[in-house]
């Protein structure tokens, strides 16, 4: 069984520390991690849905994923020299400028693609069609639903289990159709949608800050 590195964990005692109440899903939170990590590691990417807010939550996971975060995540030596291999003037400021990326998509953020695909066919499937497009087995699919059985998310899981991703699931506290379905559900301790939304926030930044620690971090390999 693996276990979360040791130098990793300083991440997750600060978010408890800050919030007492996610001590309950600690686990969970860890969970997600491993299957966050083991993606990564794997060439994989994280593909990422949900409705209103947690649609604006899937937008910041994948802006904290895509750039530097809390670090600097300066490009490889090797990708460097490829750059400027490829036009000095140009690849020197690519070089300089860009920064290390863990691959997310937000499904909902295809505006051309969905509507297309509402308009033509079953709009609860929009985002079930997007993982069906960019899945591929080994990456992961985080579902954010304050309720947890919101159907377009539920149809997404569904794609994703059948193309053999691993799904996460970010929910409330009731028990769901989404937090039986997923391979981890990390179940903030709250029924208030809004309440539930405010616990969201520190832990997919705390999934991220860890993230960015294993594969950009002074101790990266």
Same mark, same amino acid.
Do not use: W
């Given at each position: 069984?693996?276990?979360?590195?040791?130098?990793?964990?300083?991440?997750?005692?600060?978010?408890?520390?800050?919030?007492?109440?996610?001590?309950?899903?600690?686990?969970?939170?860890?969970?997600?991690?491993?299957?966050?990590?083991?993606?990564?590691?794997?060439?994989?990417?994280?593909?990422?849905?949900?409705?209103?807010?947690?649609?604006?939550?899937?937008?910041?996971?994948?802006?904290?994923?895509?750039?530097?975060?809390?670090?600097?995540?300066?490009?490889?030596?090797?990708?460097?020299?490829?750059?400027?291999?490829?036009?000095?003037?140009?690849?020197?400021?690519?070089?300089?400028?860009?920064?290390?990326?863990?691959?997310?998509?937000?499904?909902?953020?295809?505006?051309?693609?969905?509507?297309?695909?509402?308009?033509?066919?079953?709009?609860? =499937?929009?985002? $079930?069609?997007?993982?069906?497009?960019? +899945?591929? %087995?080994?990456?992961? !699919?985080? #579902? /954010?639903?304050? &309720?947890?059985?919101?159907?377009?998310? =539920?149809?997404? $899981?569904?794609?994703?289990?059948?193309? +053999?991703? %691993?799904?996460?699931? !970010?929910? #409330? /506290?009731?028990? &769901?159709?989404?937090?039986?379905?997923?391979?981890?559900?990390?179940?903030?301790?709250?029924?208030?949608?809004?309440?539930?939304?405010? !616990?969201?926030?520190?832990?997919?930044?705390?999934?991220?800050?860890?993230?960015?620690?294993?594969?950009?971090?002074?101790?990266?390999?």
């Amino acid at each position: 069984m693996r276990t979360l590195e040791p130098r990793l964990e300083k991440h997750i005692d600060f978010l408890i520390e800050r919030y007492s109440s996610l001590e309950s899903v600690k686990q969970d939170i860890i969970d997600a991690y491993l299957i966050l990590e083991e993606c990564y590691v794997n060439g994989g990417k994280l593909l990422v849905c949900g409705n209103g807010g947690s649609a604006a939550d899937s937008e910041h996971i994948v802006g904290e994923l895509m750039k530097g975060f809390k670090m600097p995540r300066k490009v490889s030596d090797e990708y460097a020299a490829e750059l400027k291999a490829a036009d000095e003037e140009l690849g020197t400021v690519l070089a300089d400028n860009l920064q290390g990326a863990l691959p997310a998509i937000a499904l909902d953020g295809h505006l051309a693609l969905s509507t297309a695909y509402m308009n033509d066919c079953e709009p609860l =499937l929009c985002f $079930a069609q997007q993982v069906n497009g960019f +899945g591929n %087995k080994g990456d992961v !699919l985080l #579902g /954010i639903s304050t &309720s947890g059985n919101s159907k377009n998310v =539920l149809y997404a $899981a569904t794609a994703a289990r059948a193309k +053999g991703l %691993k799904v996460i699931g !970010l929910t #409330g /506290i009731k028990e &769901s159709k989404l937090s039986a379905f997923a391979d981890v559900c990390i179940k903030a301790p709250n029924a208030e949608t809004y309440m539930i939304q405010e !616990l969201h926030l520190p832990v997919y930044h705390c999934l991220c800050l860890m993230l960015e620690d294993k594969f950009f971090g002074s101790d990266a390999k």
